[in-house]
C-alpha cells in the first residue's frame, strides 16, 4: 500500500504564502504523476497543478499561474505546491494525489486526507 500525509495547510491573510507537503511512504517504487486538487465550499473539486513524467512536465489552472509552483522531492519522496500571493478564492480544502508503481510493479493512484486552507481578506 501507498499512503499520503498532507500537511502545511492554515490561515492567512490575503497576500501571504503557504506550503503544502505531501509525504509518500509505504511501498514505493516511482512517484510519476503527481497533483494537487482543490475542493471548495460549494464547488466541484478542481485540478490546481499538477507534474506529470516524474516532475518534468508541470501545468496550472489559470487561477494560479504565476502564484503556485509544484514540485517534487525525489531523495525526500514529497510533493510540495508553494503558494503565494493568496487570495479569498484560494480557500478550500487541497487535496494531494499521486500515481506510480510499488515495488512490485503494480501501479498505484493513492490520495491524501486533505489540508485546509483558508485565505481570509
Known amino acids: 500500500q501507498v499512503q499520503l500525509v498532507e500537511s502545511g495547510g492554515g490561515s492567512v491573510q490575503a497576500g501571504g504564502s503557504l506550503r503544502l507537503t505531501c509525504t509518500v511512504s509505504g511501498d514505493v517504487f516511482s512517484v510519476n504523476d503527481m497533483g494537487w486538487y482543490r475542493q471548495s465550499p460549494q464547488k466541484q473539486r478542481e485540478l490546481v497543478a499538477s507534474a506529470t513524467r516524474g516532475g518534468a512536465v508541470t501545468t496550472y489552472v489559470d487561477s494560479v499561474k504565476g502564484r503556485f509552483t509544484i514540485s517534487k522531492d525525489r531523495a525526500e519522496n514529497t510533493v510540495r505546491l508553494q503558494m503565494t500571493n493568496l487570495r479569498p478564492e484560494d480557500t478550500g480544502v487541497y487535496y494531494c494525489?499521486?500515481?506510480?508503481?510499488?515495488?512490485?510493479?503494480?501501479?498505484?493512484?493513492?490520495w491524501g486526507q486533505g489540508t485546509q486552507v483558508t485565505v481570509s481578506s
Open positions: 494525489n499521486v500515481q506510480g508503481f510499488t515495488r512490485t510493479l503494480i501501479e498505484y493512484d493513492s
